[in-house]
């Protein structure tokens, strides 16, 4: 009987409750029906109805989480100048490897530390009189400090050797009884910066740097066809004097064939093995290989000079750690003294076409006085340069000055922080802005973003390495808002055009975005 009453009471109680709901759901239906009468549902999509930051912020997130590209890893953060507001943050404080991106860190403390007019300097020191007849009785000894400008990217540098000689002549030299001797040793050797890969030394971007740099310590290597089918291929290197070595490995191949091209060296020796095929009939091809010595490579490019201009060396052109016994140094007398265009200039050329040999000589130029200069003892500078900028040391870990080395680890949020504090200083926003590739228009972005509304918009340092990508820098939507900007990505497997095609619409988007 009471479990009987205990059912009943149950079923009471259900039968209550299933009524209440009844009559709430009908109310409740007649107040949605009474409304839906008064105020029309809108009929445009959910997305139009959303904050226009959230939209961005799933667009990004769209695009950097594509299924093609989820292995990859990525550290983005998108800053604006205007209230400094986190647009877009993702993996911002994850360490990566940055490759060329290491360069603003290497810019932004020089620009700080040797100031935007800092020039290198060269000196031409005789160690003995000049006679009557024309005749310098010693050594002439050429002490350098690092001038990374006798190149053709600075076409008023590119004949200083010839003006040198005509100045030399100008002061009654006719013959140089000695040596003439290439002093390099402010630059501690041999001029590789820390974690360089072995096989990227022969390559012209991994040239070592020293304190008397010629060309870029590069050579052109320019290979042509043979004249039939399986012949060896034609070989040349230019400017002549690079102590380069060539070991020709090169076949012509059948025409219409594929060119392929590889170098090969061991570290420290000046044989280059040039390794490949060419096809029949094909246009001529040049790679860029690194020397093995800058500072003979130096003297050589001096010597053709002399001779053209009429001084004659009765001794050998040597570099001074090859000599037995270093020329003397009291009583030289200077002959000569030449300084570098300033860091603004070089700067240019240094990011827009992010050349690693700068930015490892911008790097040395850093170091402490007292011992040779090297990239590990500039490293100490730029850490404490940029602590003024508001970077703490343990937000990157640098290893180098150019990005080369694969030891390199920085954030998306260490590069904003220091891109966002340069923006704010007046000494340094407008010059080092000036410094960077802009979209569609110069440098390395010439050709990318080229007919977006982020042409002319997107100025950026970009970075590359196998499977690594980078771009960071600065832009400006078309409703005018400054925004700051770093993007890093490591790890992936895909093309690296499916990546600067992902982050090329990434920034045309963020420059469209208007809230």
Request: glycine share 10%.
């Amino acid at each position: 009987m009471a479990l009987r009453a205990r059912f009943e009471l149950a079923t009471d109680n259900w039968k209550l409750t299933t009524r209440v709901a009844a009559s709430a759901g009908l109310a409740l239906s007649l107040l949605i029906s009474g409304c839906a009468a008064r105020t029309p549902v809108p009929s445009t999509p959910p997305a139009a109805r959303t904050n226009p930051l959230e939209v961005l912020q799933g667009e990004l997130h769209a695009l950097f989480t594509a299924p093609t590209i989820q292995h990859a890893l990525w550290g983005i953060k998108v800053v604006s100048l205007r209230d400094h507001a986190v647009l877009y943050s993702e993996n911002a404080g994850e360490f990566l490897i940055p490759a060329s991106n290491q360069k603003i860190l290497t810019v932004a403390a020089a620009a700080e530390r040797l100031g935007w007019d800092y020039r290198f300097t060269t000196r031409f020191m005789a160690t003995g009189p000049i006679g009557p007849d024309g005749t310098l009785n010693g050594d002439l000894v050429i002490i350098g400090d690092g001038d990374p400008t006798i190149n053709p990217r600075h076409p008023d540098r590119w004949g200083i050797f010839d003006r040198w000689a005509v100045a030399l002549k100008a002061n009654g030299i006719r013959l140089i009884s000695g040596n003439v001797v290439g002093d390099d040793n402010a630059f501690a050797e041999p001029g590789w910066g820390v974690g360089w890969a072995w096989d990227n030394l022969q390559d012209g971007y991994g040239a070592p740097i020293g304190a008397l740099q010629y060309n870029e310590n590069q050579v052109e290597v320019v290979v042509g066809p043979g004249m039939t089918e399986g012949a060896a291929a034609i070989i040349g290197t230019s400017p002549i004097g690079s102590g380069v070595f060539v070991v020709n490995k090169v076949s012509t191949a059948a025409a219409g064939t594929p060119t392929a091209i590889d170098l090969a060296r061991i570290p420290g020796t000046p044989f280059l093995h040039v390794r490949g095929q060419i096809a029949a009939g094909a246009k001529t091809m040049t790679v860029q290989a690194a020397v093995h010595n800058p500072t003979e490579f130096y003297l050589e490019g001096l010597r053709e000079a002399f001779a053209r201009h009429g001084i004659a060396v009765s001794g050998t052109m040597s570099d001074i750690d090859e000599l037995r016994e270093a020329p003397k140094t009291e009583g030289n007398i200077e002959l000569l003294v030449d300084r570098s265009p300033p860091l603004s200039e070089i700067a240019d050329v240094l990011m827009k076409w992010s050349r690693n040999g700068y930015a490892e000589t911008v790097l040395a130029a850093m170091a402490p006085a007292g011992e040779a200069a090297s990239g590990t003892r500039g490293l100490e500078t730029v850490r404490t340069t940029l602590a003024g900028f508001g970077l703490p040391p343990e937000s990157y870990l640098p290893r180098d000055g150019s990005g080369l080395s694969r030891y390199d680890y920085v954030s998306a949020d260490a590069l904003t922080t220091l891109l966002e504090a340069i923006a704010s200083n007046p000494t340094h926003a407008d010059r080092f802005r000036s410094t960077l590739p802009v979209a569609g228009v110069s440098g390395l972005l010439a050709n990318r973003m080229k007919g977006t509304s982020a042409e002319g918009r997107v100025a950026a340092k970009t970075g590359a390495l196998f499977n690594i990508r980078a771009i960071s820098g600065y832009l400006t939507t078309r409703s005018g808002e400054p925004m700051v900007f770093s993007i890093l990505v490591n790890n992936f497997r895909v093309p690296n055009a499916e990546i600067d095609a992902i982050t090329d619409k990434a920034l045309v988007r963020l420059v469209e975005f208007q809230r």
